[in-house]
């Protein structure tokens, strides 16, 4: 069973801090270090008195979107080589 958080008025999908950094493939305090610089999308509701929550198209969306993201065949996804 893997239960997910849905926004009642909006059907949307909504993550914590770490459904987020593991879309990314960072670890949470990644994500949070990012969030606290404004380089990510802003939370869309929180879940309780301190837990964020994200839409979960939003966060996909900026992360391949993202410079310097990992996404597979993302346009502006570059492979460097080592100059000599």
């Given at each position: 069973?893997?239960?997910?958080?849905?926004?009642?008025?909006?059907?949307?999908?909504?993550?914590?801090?770490?459904?987020?950094?593991?879309?990314?493939?960072?670890?949470?305090?990644?994500?949070?270090?990012?969030?606290?610089e404004g380089r990510t999308p802003k939370a869309v509701a929180m879940?309780?008195?301190?837990?964020?929550?994200?839409?979960?198209?939003?966060?996909?969306?900026?992360?391949?979107?993202?410079?310097?993201?990992?996404?597979?065949?993302?346009?502006?996804?570059?492979?460097?080589?080592?100059?000599?």
């Amino acid at each position: 069973m893997k239960p997910m958080i849905i926004d009642a008025d909006t059907q949307r999908v909504l993550w914590r801090v770490d459904d987020c950094a593991a879309h990314c493939g960072i670890v949470s305090r990644t994500w949070t270090s990012y969030c606290s610089e404004g380089r990510t999308p802003k939370a869309v509701a929180m879940l309780g008195k301190g837990s964020p929550l994200w839409d979960a198209e939003e966060v996909k969306h900026w992360h391949a979107n993202r410079s310097g993201s990992p996404v597979k065949n993302h346009p502006t996804s570059t492979v460097r080589k080592r100059q000599k």
